[in-house]
């Protein structure tokens, strides 16, 4: 290889950066399990690869939001989405049910618009992208990710997720509370009132750092 072929093929190796989804997923595992993971990351950002199954779903609840419709959208997404996806999507959406039942009053709360935000954890990008914001008539307003892998969140994933959602909501849905939905087991997860932002951001810059050195040695 020469001198130009190398650094052009330095050039065009993709930088560290991160989901919030694969950032929490990152630090709520270890050992070995991490850098998997990371090699993982970085060979679907090179292939360009990657589908997101829960897409029809995400877009069913925030329909019955929207047009109050009490699961209906939820209901029908289990028959309309691939075969492949089927299973899935029932297990899914009884739990996805049951959070919008969990709403109150389908008059009492509306969709309100969110964005995402680019923080850096230490050197490390990472986006974040609520699945929806709340606006409830009593004046609340949340910020809510939907957690829907089979396992429940860990301390470590739910923790990650509602600190660095607080640390950007003016950007994200000013005034919003952040929120985990646990979707397969109903839960909704809020912040612990008790936790150290300042020792949260430590070790998230000390995950961070041990991310994007795995990244970069990644194969």
């Not at 130009?4 to 270890?30: D, E, K």
């Not at 910020?143 to 089979?150: F, I, K, P, Q």
């Not at 979707?183 to 009132?193: L, T, Y």
Request: charged share 20%.
């Amino acid at each position: 290889m020469t001198p130009a072929s190398a650094t052009q093929s330095a050039s065009a190796a993709p930088l560290p950066y991160a989901t919030l989804l694969a950032f929490t997923r990152y630090v709520g595992r270890t050992g070995p399990a991490k850098a998997t993971f990371v090699g993982g990351l970085r060979r679907q950002r090179e292939s360009r690869s990657g589908f997101n199954p829960h897409g029809q779903l995400v877009k069913a609840l925030k329909a019955d939001i929207r047009f109050r419709t009490g699961g209906t959208h939820l209901a029908q997404v289990v028959n309309v989405v691939k075969p492949r996806w089927r299973p899935l999507y029932t297990a899914l959406a009884p739990g996805a049910t049951a959070y919008l039942a969990s709403l109150g009053d389908p008059h009492s709360v509306e969709l309100a618009r969110t964005r995402d935000a680019l923080g850096m954890v230490g050197a490390l990008p990472v986006k974040i992208n609520p699945h929806l914001g709340l606006r409830y008539d009593d004046g609340r307003v949340e910020a809510v990710r939907l957690h829907l892998d089979e396992e429940p969140p860990g301390e470590e994933a739910l923790l990650a997720t509602l600190h660095l959602m607080a640390r950007h909501m003016e950007q994200v849905l000013s005034g919003a509370e952040p929120v985990l939905v646990d979707v397969r087991r109903g839960h909704v997860h809020r912040a612990d009132p008790k936790a150290r932002p300042d020792q949260i951001e430590r070790w998230l810059a000390g995950e961070a750092a041990a991310f994007s050195a795995i990244w970069t040695t990644a194969a």
